[in-house]
């Protein structure tokens, strides 16, 4: 009996040898391993601040860049200024009348006459009306708003 103890304990040393040793020895692979993830942790933290900024950046250009449909009010067609209806006289050309007036809102031809009419829209707050009559393209006719 006392010859066995001597060589279990040989055995379990034996045994237990490499077990040390391999506790001892870090594996290079797993070190790598480990620098490859605290790698790829930073790089994410950084692309995660950056997607951030990007973000902020965008946020702010929006803001810039949204409509203010209340701050610019909507450009008031030529024809609404008494001034520019003075300017029209007879025997211009059509070409001339819309230069000073502006398009107008609607238009009725009949042979060699046309009525150009300057309307408001039906969304319009005046109402302000005023026709030029044509005959063979020349203003022969003018009956400007009542301002």
Request: glycine share 4%.
């Given at each position: 009996m006392s010859r066995?103890?001597?060589i279990c304990r040989v055995w379990l040393l034996y045994l237990a040898l490499p077990l040390t040793a391999m506790a001892q020895a870090p594996?290079?692979?797993l070190d790598e391993l480990r620098k490859e993830a605290a790698q790829l942790k930073i790089t994410i933290a950084d692309q995660e601040r950056r997607i951030a900024e990007l973000e902020r950046m965008?946020?702010?250009l929006q803001l810039v860049a949204a409509p203010v449909v209340t701050a610019i009010?909507?450009?008031m067609p030529p024809w609404h200024l008494a001034p520019n209806w003075i300017r029209v006289k007879p025997?211009?050309?059509e070409a001339q009348v819309v230069e000073i007036l502006g398009p107008p809102t609607s238009v009725d031809s009949i042979v060699d006459v046309r009525t150009l009419f300057y309307q408001p829209n039906s969304h319009a707050t005046?109402?302000?009306d005023g026709t030029v009559t044509l005959t063979d393209d020349r203003v022969t006719a003018l009956?400007?708003?009542a301002f």
């Open positions: 066995n103890p001597p594996d290079p692979r965008v946020k702010a009010p909507a450009p025997g211009m050309s005046t109402s302000l009956a400007p708003p």
